[in-house]
């Protein structure tokens, strides 16, 4: 990743931070707490669903006049996607170069295996490429609508429905919600030691926050599939 720098040939101080390992950090720490935030409203807006067909199309309606008339039609959303689109390019760009800095740090393996870390810390980076496909999997089936069987623009009740509706609609993005409160649950107390929010004082509340954070997004966002499988929306 190409930054500016200053003249004379010296790096602006935006190289020098994302060359450090701290510097990293932190561009993980913030743009994960910009997806954090995105995926706080974006589960709030999927329990519109409940409420039946009209309320959820009508938010999705809200969603593409926001702005106007400065903005015309749909331009937040893209705007919006743009934003998150950076956010997570930022994102796993660096936590692959702090990964392999990490490596070639340590090229030796340690002499026991005794695991240190818990299960969502050792499967961060794993979980990190599987919530990067799923986006992949989730924008052609429910933005544009490519892999839906019966997607229909303007119509996101009826695109849910269809979504999950088949075993492997319903399937994968349940597997992918999992990964992602794993992922949230140990990435949101990463970024608040990168931050400095942490301290002995505040680690227990920290701790509570990570983990009652995961698991609202993870029942959250769950609830929609497992409610289209068991046939309460329809």
Known sequence: M???T???GRPSTPAVLWRSTLGKKAVMAVSGLVMLLYLVAHMLGNLKVFFGPADINGYAHWLRTLGQPLLHFGWFLWLARAVLLAAVVAHGVA????????LKARPVKYAHTRRRAS???RTMRWGGVILGLFIVWHILDLTTLTVNPLGEEGHPYQNIVASFSTWYGGG???LAVLALGLHVRHGFWSAAQTLGANN???DRGLKLAANGLALLLTAGFLSVPVAVMTGVVR
């Open 95 to 102: 936590a692959y170069q702090l990964s392999r800095r990490d």
């Open 6 to 8: 200053r003249t004379g």
């Open 119 to 121: 299960y969502a810390t």
């Open 172 to 174: 994968v993005y349940c």
């Open 2 to 4: 190409a930054l500016a």
């Open 200 to 202: 002995p004082r505040r």
